[in-house]
């Protein structure tokens, strides 16, 4: 037979898939210090978020008594006694100043804290977890459920669960509704079904995101959706605190007898227990949120063999880099232990990176607390009419119309004078408005609210001016001072 003929022909291989399966991640519950600390801060800001909006603060009449509101509906923006006018959104902008620089020093002194801790996602993930394990039992009944058959248990608890999930999720969107409108307000409408569809579609609308990102989509966020991952690393520098597997102390890994093997004994309990699935021991992951859950798992794992816990901890990696070169060619023991950790250096957070960012945060905090101590609480804005430019009146003068609006940013009201600082002659009047005895209009502001005026400028015939005159309006208190000024001009024909 020749040798064409003894060939068979290659089976052609399936071009690889550029999407990896998902797989269901099944984290075990877990005691100790992190966690509880982790049970803390997660009963703290849920019970902010939730209580917030029904917190009071006395503005006096007319004003909402809402401590933290949003209030679309006035245009107005009250944190506490603050209160920000749609024209001073650099107030908030200045607040997410701060929040982005300090997390970036956050970051930078604790690697992701945030991310483990504080997040929305991590902490809403929590409580659904914490719901999903009272129903249906640890990581091991419900690896069980979920591979065993669809029977009436089955579909018992996961009707039950998705229920609670689902009043979880309304009670988060129906909260967060309550940033935007008064809050015992809202549960009445509700209550009576008196509720806008608006309001019920942005209720629907947060109840869906919180159900499927917290309850569905979990680790997923972290790992594909939250830019925050792929840029932190940027953030971080050796001397960061982050969670890390100490390999020069594990490694190799062995049995609890063997008295060659280092200490981790290849349980994998701090991969049963990891909320995204991902195993510490490979190194710094993008996965990773440093939630520390790992640290607890593996420190009562170590408690148990009577062995030093810290095998997983937070760590810096120059601390890490350290240990592993003072204990290089040393057998797996207590002496090899002791030395590691003798390496170690204490912490060092006065940085460069990190008073820099001090630095900042304490200028853009200095520049608002100034900006918001001399804040003008009353402005008046000029806007002149564009169509026609001009007018040319039957006795030859010319006018030109303007809209001024007085914004008065306190609850008392105000009667003020106005006038031009201009070419002498010129000659304002305010329709509807009284003047004063030297013929100047009294224009009345409104408290906490913009007061509307159509103002005329009116040049005579025997007044020859340019095409073009720079004039500015001025509102003058009783005692002659100028309250509020605004610049404009005045248009008349080519000479």
């Not at 079904?193 to 997923?220: D, H, K, M, N, P």
Request: hydrophobic share 45%; aromatic share 10%.
């Amino acid at each position: 037979m020749s040798v064409m003929q003894a060939e068979k022909p290659k089976a052609s291989l399936p071009e690889p898939s550029l999407y990896a399966k998902h797989v269901k991640v099944q984290p075990r519950a877990v005691k100790g210090t992190v966690r509880t600390v982790k049970w803390a801060v997660l009963g703290l800001l849920l019970g902010l978020y939730y209580v917030a909006p029904w917190l009071r603060w006395n503005r006096g009449p007319g004003v909402p008594d809402q401590m933290f509101l949003a209030d679309l509906t006035n245009a107005r923006l009250f944190i506490g006694p603050f209160e920000i006018w749609p024209q001073e959104i650099y107030y908030l902008v200045g607040l997410l100043i701060l929040g982005a620089i300090g997390l970036f020093a956050v970051t930078s002194l604790f690697g992701r804290v945030w991310c483990g801790f504080t997040c929305p996602q991590t902490v809403w993930t929590d409580l659904f977890m914490w719901v999903e394990r009272r129903i249906e039992g640890d990581r091991n009944a419900r690896i069980k459920l979920d591979n065993g058959p669809r029977d009436a248990a089955w579909w018992r608890k996961k009707v039950l669960k998705h229920a609670a999930w689902l009043g979880i999720a309304l009670a988060t969107g129906g909260a967060w509704v309550m940033y935007f409108v008064d809050a015992p307000t809202l549960v009445r409408d509700i209550v009576t079904f008196q509720a806008s569809l608006t309001v019920l579609g942005f209720i629907a609308l947060f109840t869906a995101t919180t159900y499927v990102l917290a309850g569905a989509a979990r680790e997923q966020v972290c790992t594909y959706m939250c830019p925050w991952p792929r840029f932190q690393g940027a953030m971080l520098d050796p001397d960061s605190l982050v969670v890390t597997y100490r390999e020069w102390r594990g490694e190799k890994r062995g049995k609890p007898t063997d008295p060659t093997a280092g200490d981790c004994v290849d349980c994998k309990a701090c991969v049963h227990v990891c909320p995204t699935g991902i195993d510490i021991r490979d190194g710094q992951q993008l996965e990773c949120i440093g939630c520390g859950l790992c640290i607890d798992a593996c420190d009562d794992v170590m408690g148990k063999l009577g062995r030093d816990k810290g095998l997983i901890s937070f760590e810096t990696l120059a601390n890490l880099s350290a240990s592993t070169a003072a204990t290089a060619g040393m057998a797996p023991g207590p002496q090899r232990n002791a030395v590691g950790m003798a390496a170690r250096k204490p912490l060092h957070p006065a940085r460069p990176r990190v008073l820099i960012y001090a630095g900042v945060i304490t200028a853009v905090l200095a520049l608002m607390l100034g900006s918001w101590f001399w804040r003008e609480t009353l402005t008046l804005s000029v806007q002149p009419d564009r169509a026609p430019l001009f007018v040319r009146l039957s006795d030859g003068g010319i006018r030109n119309g303007y809209t001024l609006k007085l914004a008065n940013k306190l609850r008392d009201d105000a009667t003020l004078t106005l006038e031009i600082a201009g070419p002498a002659g010129l000659q304002v009047t305010v329709p509807d408005a009284p003047a004063d005895p030297d013929g100047r209009p009294l224009l009345k502001t409104r408290p906490d609210a913009i007061a509307s005026y159509r103002a005329f400028i009116t040049a005579p015939p025997s007044l020859r001016l340019p095409e073009h005159v720079d004039i500015t309006f001025r509102l003058l208190d009783s005692q002659g001072r100028v309250q509020a000024s605004h610049s404009s001009a005045f248009q008349g024909p080519r000479p």
